[in-house]
């Protein structure tokens, strides 16, 4: 079965402080992976997007890489903002409608 | 603005009512998406349509309904729906239906008494 799991469920971490969010997927034969940013009560902000044959992405301060033989898939975010508060999710495509989402992790900058 | 609008925003019905969720992109694209996400739970894909043809229903209830009446514009007709159907409903668009990245509405926040 595929499944996408974000590990921890909820993070919370000083201002200025750099910090990693992690993504596991049981199945390696993914498209793409890609990481979402959704506001309270609000749609998604797609991120960054990363192709099976990419090993990593950069926007900003926004570095997300991918490891397909492990199954795994990290965002990095330097130097944190209070306005990075958000539910971060990522998402993985395996096939050409099917994304398999993880369940977030709710991020907290405390300023 | 992220090219995807949705409305209404928030809808509040009756279990008895008939209403619908509108999606227009505007982004040129020629796949759209219907999503359900529910409270702690991870997104449902519901439904995707390719150049205005339906080819993914996820098994989804009949008492959803979708329409695509061109490649701009989707809607998600609703009837006598339940209350576990309240959920954060939200539409996607991607320039084909593929390996495409996925662009999001912000969603119809839709409660069912």
């Known amino acids: 079965k595929q499944e996408v799991t974000q590990i921890p469920a909820a993070l919370s971490v000083p201002e200025g402080e750099n910090l990693v969010l992690n993504c596991s997927f049981t199945?390696?034969?993914?498209?793409?992976l890609q990481w979402f940013r959704q506001d309270p009560g609000k749609g998604l902000t797609s991120l960054l997007l990363i192709q099976s044959s990419q090993r990593e992405q950069t926007s900003g301060r926004l570095n997300a890489s991918l490891d397909k033989s492990s199954g795994r898939s990290t965002l990095y975010i330097a130097a944190s903002q209070p306005g990075d508060s958000a539910t971060y999710l990522c998402a993985a495509l395996y096939s050409n409608y099917q994304l398999i989402w993880g369940a977030g992790t709710k991020l907290i900058i405390k300023p | 603005e992220t090219g995807v609008t949705q409305t209404p925003r928030h809808l509040v019905m009756g279990m008895t009512n008939k209403k619908s969720l509108k999606c227009e992109q505007h982004l040129g694209h020629n796949a759209m998406y219907w999503y359900k996400q529910s409270a702690k739970k991870p997104l449902e894909l519901m439904f995707v349509y390719s150049l205005e043809e339906r080819v993914e229903n996820n098994s989804v209830p009949s008492r959803f309904s979708p329409e695509c009446p061109n490649s701009s514009h989707l809607f998600l007709h609703l009837h006598t729906l339940q209350p576990e159907d309240s959920a954060l409903y939200l539409c996607a668009s991607s320039q084909r239906a593929g390996p495409y990245e996925q662009y999001f509405g912000p969603g119809t926040r839709l409660t069912v008494t």
């Open positions: 199945d390696s034969a993914i498209y793409n």
